[in-house]
């Protein structure tokens, strides 16, 4: 058994508290209703009844949220797939999974939907404090295996929780309890831009106490891309990075739980989750012939590199491109005529649903390059 007692701020729920959560949950006022949305052809009890029956984290995992994944996908999207989920097999023991970010709940929801359908066991998540905004929310993140980061401190309470969380993710993994999930920045790729944040590196460093190499290879870091053929809050990402040319951007109450819900509801076409190789000791090694900083920018480049190689990319991404340069380098080999009409419709409709103080021009071009970019990174 491994001591989290000093953990006690950020870990999980254990299987008692987790059971205690779920009965919670079950009597949530809201509860028949999100059941009813997710499984229309059940009775509006039937989540309330499974929750209370409900014994291990395992088991909630399993029975309730994979159930509530498969409904959210049938509900919302064209399906969804999965490439290099063999890549885990060269792993020897758990592992810390590095992703891209374009979705607040559903990513991390659809890696441990591939890892379950894989036979892997269901990997801990890293997710903001800043999203833990009611106790319904909380009761349900923690029974999921959420690990707290906390965010909205000092730079001082700041550096001390980095590397309380760095301490954790390193026992986590080598003594075999928890692979984990993190994504590779704070917060969402809003711009369609997915790269590694150098201090994300450097916090998984900070517990290690053996040299570079070793601290690193122990981590047995598997770089993710998870793509969306339509962006999850596609409009609202364009309004932010609109707004935040105007100043520092200041979210309204209650923001993160409305891009959750958005996010989940919202269509989103076909998913695709690829699982890169993982790092390998020599790229480790070779990084650590840098000096300084030098050595978490060689390792941020090779996971950037393997994260834009797996991510794939779909019409949309390439109509993006084409509409954000005035080209149509891809017409008719990526997309049709009638495609990049759709798509121009899809823009119009999506904006018109924001403040009409709001330049359209500005908003379209940034919207286009949300889709864009990706084509660009690669």
């Known amino acids: 058994m491994v001591d989290l007692s000093e953990f006690e701020d950020i870990r999980p729920y254990s299987d008692e508290e987790a ?5 919670r949950v079950s009597r949530h006022p809201a509860l028949p209703t999100i059941s009813k949305y997710l ?20 088991e909630f995992q399993k029975v309730v949220m994979i159930g509530v994944i498969d409904a959210v996908l049938a509900r919302s999207s ?33 890696i441990l939907h591939s890892m379950n359908a894989g036979g892997y066991p269901m990997a801990e998540l890293c997710v903001g404090s800043n999203l833990l905004t009611s106790k319904l929310i909380e009761d349900l993140m923690k029974s999921n295996r959420m690990i707290k ?22 026992l986590s993994i080598t003594s ?21 944040e150098q201090g994300l590196l450097k916090m998984f460093d900070m517990s290690g106490e053996k040299d570079f190499v070793e601290n690193f290879k122990e981590l047995n870091i598997v770089p993710m891309s998870i793509s969306y053929e339509y962006e999850p809050c596609d409009s609202r990402k364009a309004r932010e990075l609109l707004l935040t040319r105007e100043g ?18 919202q269509k989103k076409g076909h998913i695709h989750l690829n699982i890169g190789d993982p790092l390998t000791v020599e790229e480790i090694a ?13 390792l941020r480049g090779i996971l950037d590199q393997r994260i834009h190689d797996g991510y794939k990319l779909w019409k949309t991404n390439y109509m993006g491109y084409d509409l954000m ?15 990049l009409e759709e798509f121009k419709a899809y823009t119009e409709h999506k904006l018109a649903k924001l403040e009409r103080k709001l330049d359209r021009n500005e908003l379209r071009d940034i919207f286009w390059h949300i889709y864009g970019n990706p084509v660009a990174m690669k």
């Open 149 to 170: 980061v906390i965010r909205g401190i000092s730079a001082r309470q700041m550096y001390l929780n980095s590397q309380t969380l760095s301490k954790y993710i390193r």
């Open 39 to 58: 499984f229309p052809k059940q009775k509006m009890g039937m989540l309330s009844e499974l929750l209370r029956r409900i014994k291990t984290i395992d």
């Open 176 to 196: 075999g309890k928890a692979s984990i999930w993190i994504a590779q920045k704070e917060g969402r790729a809003k711009n369609g831009i997915d790269k590694t």
């Open 19 to 23: 059971m205690e959560a779920l009965q």
């Open 325 to 339: 340069n005035g080209t149509s380098e891809f017409l008719g080999d990526k997309y049709l005529p009638k495609d």
């Open 78 to 110: 064209e399906g969804f797939t999965v490439s290099g989920i063999e890549n885990l097999g060269k792993v020897n023991g758990k592992f810390l999974a590095v992703s891209n970010h374009r979705d607040i709940v559903l990513d991390p929801a659809l």
């Open 248 to 265: 520092p951007y200041v979210k309204k109450k209650n923001e993160d739980l409305h891009s959750i819900l958005t996010g989940i509801g």
């Open 286 to 298: 070779e990084a650590a012939t840098h000096n300084g900083n030098d050595k978490y920018q060689v």
